[in-house]
């Protein structure tokens, strides 16, 4: 376990070792303890490891890649009554099935951490440890947007006060569910703090649910809903379809498949709930909260 192995890397490979590979208690302490960074949190009977590192970086040379890095996650007694699936930057729950049973597991992002390559070897992958496809998806969804998720001005998030009051409310409804993506555009985006923002605003849905006819009028209802609150927030306007028209709001829901890269290169991301604090992001809100 110590000392630099250069073949370190073709040791992984033969082991079997792959993202999204758990590593249960037993190996937990012997390999925390190897961390080559700062690991604050001590680890208990119901501390789990997932493998981070891609496959192409796990099996490249250990001069060029010589790390692999790890997230401490904690197996829960129970099913979490509101599980935060994506919604925070800092917190996220999976489930996995082990043995032929399923159990739910606590991730936080400040549990990652990075191991020389040499320091896994010999322990050998238990490749019935896997952590199945959707909940890797979503793993690497929420270890990504930490870091990518787009940036808009300050003053239109403080205009837009997506974490709190009524449009907290709106992203946490059931109908907000059917909505995969919401897409923004900012007409004048070096607005002060003064001045109205004009934007374009495209909701994305699946192309099964515009088929169902109680999703598709669900779908309509969250479009409403969305005119109604984010048009009441101040200095946010939207842009209209027709001038000469002044209800004619620039909101379009749409399939995914509608949307096009000519789209994409003006709209921009708006992840509202992952906007939020912890706190928000656990619990829905109890009652609406006028704001």
Known sequence: MTGNTPDAADQ????????????????TEQITSASIDFFENGV?????????????????GANVEPYVELLAIQKLPNAPSNSVRGQSSRTLHLSFEINGDMHWFECNIHNRFRIRKESLCD???????????????LLRQWLA???????????????????????????????????????????????GPDEDY??????TALAEDFEETERRELLGDFEERFIEVIGS???IRFA???????????????????VTLSMLRKYR???????????????????IEIN
């Open 123 to 137: 322990l050998g992958a238990d490749t019935s440890l896997r952590v199945e496809e959707n909940e890797h998806r």
């Open 198 to 203: 004009l934007i374009h605003v495209l909701l």
């Open 233 to 235: 927030r101040p200095h």
């Open 269 to 287: 991301r708006f992840d509202a709930d992952y906007r939020s604090i912890d706190d928000d992001a656990v619990s829905p809100p109890e009652s």
């Open 145 to 191: 947007r930490r870091y990518t998720r787009a940036a808009f001005p300050d003053y239109f998030e403080e205009h837009l006060g997506s974490t709190k009051g009524r449009v907290k409310s709106l992203f946490k409804s059931p109908e907000a569910k059917l909505i995969s993506t919401v897409y923004i555009a900012i007409d004048n985006e070096d607005a």
């Open 44 to 60: 208990c009977s119901n501390t789990w490891l997932v493998l981070l590192t891609q496959d192409c970086d796990l099996v490249r």
């Open 240 to 258: 209209l379809k027709n001038p000469d028209d002044p209800n004619s709001y620039d909101v379009r829901v749409l399939p995914e498949e509608d």
């Open 12 to 27: 992984l490979r033969a082991e079997g070792w792959k993202q999204g590979c758990l590593i249960s208690p037993g190996k």
